[in-house]
């Protein structure tokens, strides 16, 4: 099913044998799956996906999993493309879309690189994993986990969102809160792991999340029927989603089923952690450390990114950008987009949306272009950004408007 050849560093161009389990290349940098494209090409069309059902797992053969009793699937995938004009007519755009990853199953596109991710654990037999997470990926790595029977063992920050905390917890993932950041959760699971011989799943530690990841891409070229948009906003913290639409649209590319060029990939951070928007700026090949992380927007919130090189790449190779914006502006975006188009968005999605705006006002996008912007998760997964003031009646007061 799977037409994976090996694993390769896109630093030092080392390969390994895909067959057992792996995490890191030697020299540190993470590895990405490679396929046999011309096998694949010959062994699959784009007819007979259309006719498969929905999910991410209709794109199975460009996936790293052998054999399909391991596929651990809560119906991730397929997320809704919205057309937005509403909110686009108030941004200044005419073509605006907006991919909705808040259907997934556990919230957020986070579904995509757990179902991936634990799949593949459950195909190499490893029983045990371990993440730092900034909430999101741990809560979806934990419910799959747990489908998969695989134990899991995770650490966040002490202010990560309480939903995410439910996930793990309920799904009967070790769960520790740390007095800190992620980077510094990333750490101390790192070196129990190693105590514990754990399998380290941090994000880009392990070949396959991205993989998941990048069936955003393959969604994204399949709504625009095999072509591309001109322009993705995606907002930004390690990095795996931007990387996995870019790694998508190489191999489409690589196998003549997009004629297109690749869509303009930008990146969005907040003010308060923008590690990758300062080192774009300053022309940088990777990112130094932000420190002092602070934005509400908890999925961007990573001071350093393990695969910021292939981000700056992925943006300069495209002829994209990368911009922060204030917490002030995410949560307008957040406002706005409900108020507009009746879309509850995650405040990482409320951080694209107030680039769009940005980039409108700049000149960088123009009025009729095609915009995507990636909400990669719902709004009920903040359940306390914002506080609402409303009039508490006794019931037998009068509604007065
Ligand atoms: C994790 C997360 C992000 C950032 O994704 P990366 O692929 O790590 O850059 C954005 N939004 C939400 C809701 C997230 O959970
Ligand atoms: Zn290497």
Redesign the pocket.
Known sequence: MTYISHLE?P??Q?SYAPFRPNNT???G?PLLVRYDLDDMGRGISRREIKKRPPGMWRYREFLPVAREENIVSLGEGSTPMLTAGRLGKALGLEHLQIKDEGLNPTGTFKSRGASCGISRCKELGIGKIAMPTAGHAGGAWSCYAARAGIEAFIAMPVDAERVAMLECVLSGAKTWLVRGLISDAGRMISKAAAKYEWFDVATLKEPYRIEGKKTMGLEIAEDFDWGAPDVVIYPTGGGVGLIGIWKAYQELIQMGWVKDKPPKLVAVQAEGCMPIVRAYQEGKESSEFHTGAKTFAGGIRVPKALGDFLVLQAIRETGGTAVAVSDEEIMEGVKLTALTEGMFICPEGGAAIAAARRLVQTGYIQPEDKVVILNTGAGIKYPDIVRPELPVLNPDEEIVL
């Open positions: 560093c630093k030092c080392r290349c030697q020299c940098a």
